[in-house]
């Protein structure tokens, strides 16, 4: 059973840091796109950033520059490091996992992936 637990979300002011962590448990695929999301009251689920079993990566646009996406393998650990915090970047996180299933969604698709945490709520105030 695929298990995916997020943490390190906060609260913090304007031009902040944070690292987002998800471990990863019982993913024995092979193939995968990997992702954070985030989901702010009101509004729909949207891909921040992805990462390939291929090292591939995207990135929204507002956050490029500002977030990184990376994994370490040997602890079955995928992470977000945020800088330059911004209001608007206030949302619930959620990483994801896709086992790059053939769909017609991009890996920047909520609607691509079948494994999903609980989230990690990021507040950042101005």
């Known amino acids: 059973q695929v298990q995916l637990v997020e943490s390190g979300g906060g609260s913090v002011q304007a031009g902040g840091s944070l690292r987002l962590s998800c471990a990863v448990f019982?993913?024995?695929?092979?193939?995968?796109?990997m992702g954070w999301f985030r989901q702010a009251p009101g509004k729909e689920r949207e891909g921040v950033a992805t990462?390939?079993?291929?090292?591939?990566?995207w990135y929204l646009g507002s956050v490029r520059g500002r977030f990184t996406i990376s994994q370490d393998n040997a602890k079955n650990t995928l992470y977000l490091q945020i800088y330059s915090l911004k209001p608007e970047d206030t949302a619930m996180y959620y990483c994801a996992a896709d086992p790059r299933r053939f769909t017609s969604y991009n890996n920047y698709d909520p609607k691509r992936y079948n494994y999903w945490g609980q989230g990690t709520q990021v507040t950042v105030s101005s």
């Open positions: 990462v390939s079993n291929d090292g591939d990566t």
């Open positions: 019982g993913y024995t695929y092979s193939r995968y796109y």
